[in-house]
């Protein structure tokens, strides 16, 4: 069984490609800078990119099991998705871990999740295997929503979150990674133990961070002329706010157990993963 992974460059395939290396694994790491990848033993690194479909073929091939992390946001990201999954398909991959969005759907709030569904779909139609990694918003990111005023500011009124840890995520991926004939044609929603408001978020980053955090809810025009000033494309902007509306309308509050169910224990708190960083 020869396995494959993308994303070694960052947290979540990272943290799998160590996991595997710990355990013995050989695996084959495709990044787009091979001078960036994590020196591990009984790894081998090529260069490829989602959207070049003739070296990401090149780099498959071979392979019988992929992490596919998902790509960096941007515009064209699910066109180059389409094209890495193609790929795949062409090079005679059998089974793919994706690494998709909690509530992904064609009408998903959150614009991206629309996106991972689509990914999804392109790798059920392809007739590979599939295990599909649905995680929540990661806690990880909760203290970079803080603003220079120790204010997070969103339309999120009241609603609450089950955001997940990156750890988790990447341990759960890298159990599947160890023993895929047990989680063929699977999807997993992973969360971490509790739906959290972001006020509540807020009041644990002050707690464990010892500074004042708080959380200020804004109106939807509020918020694009809040973040204005970053400039960002419409897609952008439509990314950042509805973040925020997908925790307002409650898509986010559901805790799932699928975390422990893998990994064998709960799922991180806020506090664990601020306390661990």
């Keep these: 069984m020869t396995i494959a992974i993308t994303g070694a460059t960052g947290n979540i395939g990272g943290a799998v490609a160590r996991a595997l290396a710990a355990s013995g694994l050989p695996f084959r790491m495709i990044v787009r800078d091979a001078s960036r990848a994590p020196v591990l033993p009984d790894t081998e690194v090529v260069e490829a990119t989602f959207a070049d479909r003739e070296a990401a ?41 994706y690494t998709s969005f909690a509530g ?53 009124g009241d609603g609450a979150m ?8 990447a341990a759960v991926a890298a159990t599947v990674l160890r023993d895929h004939a047990a989680h063929l044609d699977v999807t997993y929603d992973l969360t971490g133990p509790a739906a959290i408001t972001l006020t509540e978020a807020a009041a644990v980053v002050s707690e464990v961070r010892g500074r004042q ?36 309308e409650g898509a986010l509050a559901e805790v799932s157990g699928d975390v422990e169910r893998v990994i064998g224990r709960p799922p991180m708190s806020l506090r664990e993963v601020l306390a661990a960083g």
Aim: no cysteine; net charge negative; charged share 25%.
């Design 162 to 169: 089950a955001a997940v840890a990156r750890a988790d995520v």
């Design 213 to 248: 955090v708080t959380y200020r809810p804004e109106t939807l025009d509020e918020a694009y002329a809040s973040r204005a000033r970053w400039n960002p494309e419409p897609w952008q902007a439509d990314a950042w706010v509805s973040t925020y509306t997908a925790i307002a």
């Design 57 to 97: 073929s090149r780099a498959l091939g071979g392979v019988d099991l992929l992490l596919m992390v998902s790509g960096a946001e941007a515009e064209d990201r699910l066109d180059q998705h389409r094209t890495f999954v193609s790929a795949a398909a062409e090079a005679g991959v059998s089974h793919v871990v």
């Design 104 to 156: 992904a759907a064609p009408d998903a709030t959150f614009t991206l999740g629309r996106d991972h569904f689509a990914t999804e779909q392109a790798i059920r139609d392809s007739g590979m295997h599939h295990t599909f990694l649905r995680d929540s918003f990661y806690l990880d990111f909760v203290e970079d929503l803080v603003g220079e005023d120790g204010v997070i500011r969103g339309p999120a």
